[in-house]
Antibody
Framework: EVQLVESGGGLVQPGGSLRLSCEAS????????MHWVRQVPGKGLVWVSC????????SYADSVKGRFTISRDNAKNTLYLQMNSLRDDDTAVYYC??????WGQGILVTVSS | QSALTQPASVSGSPGQSITISCTGT?????????VSWYQQHPGKAPRLILY???IRPSGVSNRFSGSKSGNTASLTVSGLQAEDEADYYC??????????FGGGTKLTVL
């Protein structure tokens, strides 16, 4: 059974930073592309970033480019998202999303003063 | 990258079939087989129901099927059941090495 446990979310002031983590089990993490997807409650899904299995191919949505950094540690089966210079419109539930598998439950990030 | 286009809502009666379209461009759906569909019930995380256009993950009902023609992908739900009432999202890989989602479709079972 695929299990993804996200952590690191919470309340942060505009301009602040957070680091999300996603610990994976139940599938071959080291051979899967991994994504972060976010969703403002009541709104649609928005892709944020992805990374290939060895970390050599990385892409970002224009809205987070230069502020967010995706990374992974295959030895720890863990995906990360370093979020800097956070803005109000980054407020959302962030999902850890392996390609072709179910997602985690998501973690809420709230950017507010 | 513009979002894929889905109808805002569709509806059908129990037992009927419905189809949700997902229209993109030659830069996404038109080029790749990497089209996925997700089902999301209120307050829940999205659930993968199709990937690579038409492949069902283990445990997903065979009432869900997918296809693609040109720049448009489609999700068909046959034998509608009350539990199918949910939001459905399509997504595709793009030629910019990014991913794009559709705006979502609310399926109502009458």
């Amino acid at each position: 059974e695929v299990q993804l446990v996200e952590s690191g979310g919470g309340l942060v002031q505009p301009g602040g930073s957070l680091r999300l983590s996603c610990e994976a089990s139940g599938f071959s993490f080291s051979t899967n592309w991994m994504h972060w997807v976010r969703q403002v409650p009541g709104k649609g899904l928005v892709w944020v970033s992805c990374i290939n299995p060895v970390g050599s191919i990385i892409s970002y949505a224009d809205s987070v480019k230069g502020r967010f950094t995706i990374s992974r540690d295959n030895a720890k089966n863990t995906l990360y998202l370093q979020m800097n210079s956070l803005r109000d419109d980054d407020t959302a539930v962030y999902y850890c999303a392996p390609a072709d598998h179910d997602w985690g439950q998501g973690i809420l990030v709230t950017v507010s003063s | 990258q513009s979002a894929l286009t889905q109808p805002a809502s569709v509806s059908g009666s129990p037992g009927q079939s419905i189809t949700i379209s997902c229209t993109g461009t030659s830069s996404d759906i038109g080029t790749y087989i990497y089209v996925s569909w997700y089902q999301q019930h209120p307050g829940k995380a999205p659930r993968l129901i199709l990937y690579n256009v038409s492949i069902r993950p283990s445990g997903v009902s065979n009432r869900f099927s997918g296809s693609k023609s040109g720049n448009t992908a489609s999700l068909t739900v046959s034998g509608l059941q009350a539990e199918d009432e949910a939001d459905y999202y399509c997504c595709s890989y793009t030629t910019s090495s990014t991913v794009v989602f559709g705006g979502g479709t609310k399926l109502t079972v009458l």
